[in-house]
């Protein structure tokens, strides 16, 4: 038995690399995207929130396009990823389907995790899905990623979505069950780590000799996926895909590698905020919002009497209590002149307020820190 209990996470990230879900004929393994439909099935009615984050789109388009990968040049990658996308979401999308879950398409580039602005709006898309209990069927944005600008592999790719959405488990399917101190394959002395606590530069060592996937993430990719899931507070589990059911075998026990998370997303992404030294402005709040945040509620606009400063959607801004404590800080959702045009609204008069329709919260509570409470 595995010490990984996946019923214990509640919102879990999923990646399948390409060699799982694509033969060699270039079509996607029905049977088993079945089964593993049947399997998120089973976790979505017991409550968890699932992301799938799967590769496959080259592959599938270099069939569809008739390219030899080994030739191509990246427009004709890119645009096998356009024609490959469009069946891999597809396959997804009549899977699940016959599970009664609807799927959702999200491709995003670097930019939509590593820059706050985006990252909001990437974020709130996501959870907007999690709460219509729709499973979004993310992958890079390959038909626009160029070389400098990628992530690269879906693993480092996973490891975000993680991080953006507070995930508390990511489990990456591959073609083995796990690390093992050497190379299964080669080495009969080779051992397989059940867990490991923190990735040191003996566990990078190790990765690096490890065969895995041969889609573009090696173990040495899931290592680095995972050190930055875990210092996100996510939990990240390494384990066979190669098999029918992948995650009901894991859910029983199966073999896998655990990198245990440090702490929880919840206060990885306090500490996150509260690292930040930048700070753009600063909104004054009345009585009501300041309870409202302390009750642990994001801060809406018709809690806000005041807008100081110069900022823009995705800043740091400081919340400041009605006799001038600093209470914490947030990401803003609104740029300076349009918090102040929505000082005091209430929900409903936004888009009266502002001419279009916009969101309906100030800071929210997932991108605050409260001084007192939280640090
Ligand atoms: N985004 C690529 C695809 O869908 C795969 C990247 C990877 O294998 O990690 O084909």
Redesign the pocket.
């Known amino acids: 038995m595995s010490g990984f209990v996946l019923s214990n996470y509640r919102r879990l990230v999923i990646k399948v690399?390409?060699s799982l879900l694509i033969g060699d004929d270039g079509h996607v393994h029905r049977g088993w995207l079945e089964g593993l439909a049947e399997d998120i099935a089973i976790l979505h009615g017991g409550g968890h929130d699932v992301l799938i984050v799967s590769?496959?789109?080259?592959?599938i388009g270099s069939t569809v396009l008739q390219i030899n990968k080994s030739r191509a040049r990246l427009e004709d990658l890119q645009a096998a990823?356009a024609a490959?996308?469009v069946q891999?979401v597809h396959a997804y999308q009549e899977a699940l389907g016959v599970n009664g879950i609807a799927a959702a398409q999200v491709l995003l580039t670097p930019e939509d995790t590593e820059n706050r602005r985006r990252f909001l709006n990437a974020r709130g898309t996501l959870l907007k899905l999690l709460e219509h209990s729709v499973v979004p069927i993310i992958?890079?944005n390959?038909t626009v990623a160029t070389e400098e600008i990628r992530y690269g592999?879906?693993?480092r790719l996973a490891a975000r979505v993680a991080q953006l959405v507070m995930a508390d488990a990511l489990v990456l399917l591959s073609d083995v069950a796990g690390m093992y101190t050497a190379d299964p394959g080669s080495d009969a002395t080779a051992e397989h780590i059940p867990e490991v606590r923190k990735i040191s530069e003996a566990i990078l060592g190790m990765a690096g000799e490890t065969r895995s996937d041969i889609?573009?993430?090696g173990m040495a990719t899931k290592v680095q996926a995972a050190r930055i899931a875990t210092h996100a507070g996510c939990s990240t589990v390494v384990t066979s895909g190669a098999i029918d059911r992948p995650l009901q075998t894991l859910a029983a026990g199966g073999r896998c590698t655990v990198f245990r998370a440090e702490g929880t997303p919840a206060a990885a992404r306090k500490q996150w905020l509260a690292g930040f030294l930048e700070v753009r402005g600063e909104l004054r709040l009345d009585d009501g919002a300041v309870s409202a945040l302390n009750d642990g509620k994001s801060l809406l606009p018709v809690g806000v009497v005041e807008v100081v400063g110069n900022f823009r959607r995705g800043d740091v801004v400081t919340l400041v209590g009605s006799s001038g404590n600093e209470l914490g800080r947030g990401l803003a959702e609104y740029s300076d002149d349009e918090a102040v045009r929505l000082i005091g609204c209430r929900s409903e008069q936004i888009e009266e307020r502002l001419g279009y329709r916009g969101r309906s919260v100030m800071v929210h509570r997932d991108e605050l820190v409260l001084f007192d409470n939280d640090c």
């Open positions: 690399g390409s590769s496959g789109a080259i592959a990823a490959g996308q891999l992958n890079e390959d592999d879906n693993d889609g573009s993430g």
